[in-house]
């Protein structure tokens, strides 16, 4: 998924490194492999990145160097390309107009072809990810359109897929939100600062307003003022927000296309219950991220809500670890029972989702091993049935689980008593978006943009 910020200041001696680690900072779900920062001070173009979390790749003072009142960052989950320091981003580069930086969040399915084209035009890649595609193809652009809103116009037209991206060119910075919104993109300002980012949790930090989300094909020029341009697409575009931001990806504090995650997430958990009611003892969460629908189905239903897990939370999110071996081995470091509230009772465990079904195998053993009666699960995203093209990482359809098995069979694989996944009619209502603004190709393979033909190539080059 990843995560990007960008803030542009009218103090042009203030620097805003700080203010972009901070808004990474409170972006880390949304990426824990790498992290990065540009800046530019009104002559250089500074920039530093690393692998591993924010704070770690930030110590020992190797933010001081990043000066310059505009910049953008970014926090990296890998879908195209592997996990390693050349994929780190923003990636940046020189052109005929000076200096560019980007950073990426989204997946281009069209990537591999636009790459060969731009390698036989000549150009070098120092990454295997689709994000530096980007970069050449509006480097490329500018030669000929010689604007740089143009040149974004021109190469979003070329681009399949979905895309929220911040650009620093020289000192001015661009804001892009894919034509039919599929990754989510806020604005907010704080007195002399305009800054974009991922989500709304990032302007908290710092003390920033949510002004408003960045428009489905916007394109944003950030400096003195705020300038808004269209991308001008012929006929009317679909919207296709992506469901598991509100399900799982985003932080329930959250505020995505006028939608508040932690509502819509207390509205799954009372639909769970009035879906698939069960009779138990309690209420238990597999936290962090299913812990606000556990409330929702905890208030309607009349179970006491408590916590059969505790969470390591120095260990990151399983489902965003890059291979599975790593995704199963961190699940007993990661979650640890407490046997005295489990041992002979009765609980209906919520979880916000099941991808693979590996990781929730070896949470329900966990849970037999301390004596639990009863487990009872509800899920509160439907069954996954299709990967993801669009910047989750959801393995192939063999890989899916519910792809290929019954809901009893899972049941049955799973080792619990009962299991009950969220329907997408209650899904659509809890979210407040109807199915056609929604993209939800994960559930029903029906994918808001063309796949590209090579599909079985591109999936073996995807993490």
Do not use: W
């Amino acid at each position: 998924m990843c995560g990007i910020v960008g803030i542009y200041s009218h103090n042009q001696s203030k620097n805003i490194a700080s203010h972009i680690y901070y808004g990474l900072y409170a972006l880390q779900h949304r990426g824990q492999e790498s992290a990065g920062i540009a800046t530019n001070d009104g002559c250089n173009l500074n920039t530093f990145h690393g692998m591993g979390l924010v704070c770690d790749v930030f110590n020992n003072g190797k933010i001081d160097g990043l000066n310059g009142n505009v910049g953008i960052g970014h926090v990296r989950y890998s879908t195209t390309g592997k996990s390693q320091l050349e994929n780190s981003q923003p990636f940046f580069s020189e052109f005929q107009g000076g200096n560019i930086a980007i950073a990426h969040n989204g997946d281009i399915v069209n990537s591999m072809e636009l790459r060969q084209e731009l390698k036989a035009e000549g150009h070098h890649f120092r990454s295997t990810t689709d994000s530096e595609v980007i970069c050449h193809m509006l480097s490329k652009e500018y030669i000929k359109q010689k604007n740089m809103v143009e040149s974004i116009k021109s190469v979003s037209r070329q681009l399949i897929g979905s895309y929220s991206i911040v650009i620093l060119v020289n000192s001015d910075l661009y804001v892009v939100r894919d034509p039919i919104g599929i990754k989510p993109l806020v604005l907010g300002e704080k007195g002399d600062l305009k800054m974009v980012a991922s989500e709304s949790v990032a302007f908290d930090v710092i003390g920033a307003k949510y002004t408003r989300d960045v428009k489905p094909g916007e394109i944003l020029l950030l400096n003195d003022k705020i300038t808004s341009y269209n991308m001008e697409r012929t006929g009317k575009l679909p919207r296709a927000h992506c469901m598991f931001e509100y399900v799982y990806f985003a932080r329930p504090d959250s505020i995505l296309d006028r939608r508040n995650v932690y509502n819509v997430r207390l509205n799954i958990g009372k639909a769970l219950y009035e879906e698939f009611p069960a009779k138990a003892d309690v209420v238990m969460p597999v936290p962090d991220s299913a812990i606000t629908a556990a409330i929702g189905y905890s208030r309607v239903s009349g179970l006491p809500y408590g916590e059969g897990l505790i969470k390591n939370r120095y260990i990151g999110r399983t489902f965003i670890m890059p291979t599975q071996e790593e995704r199963e081995s961190s699940v007993r470091l990661k979650m640890n029972p407490i046997k005295s509230e489990l041992e002979g009772k009765s609980i209906v465990l919520v979880d916000d989702s099941i991808v693979r079904g590996t990781t929730s195998k070896s949470l329900i053993e966990v849970l037999r091993e301390t004596g639990v009666k009863e487990v009872h699960l509800r899920v509160g995203c439907p069954p996954i049935i299709s990967p993801c093209y669009y910047g989750i990482a959801m393995a192939t359809k063999k890989e899916l689980i519910a792809a290929n098995k019954s809901v009893e069979q899972i049941k049955n694989d799973l080792g619990v008593d009962s299991l009950g996944y969220l329907s997408i009619d209650s899904l659509k209502k809890c979210i407040g978006i109807d199915e056609d603004k929604l993209c939800m190709g994960c559930l029903n393979g029906k994918y808001p943009t063309n796949l590209p033909k090579n599909i079985e190539e591109y999936e073996s080059c995807r993490c």
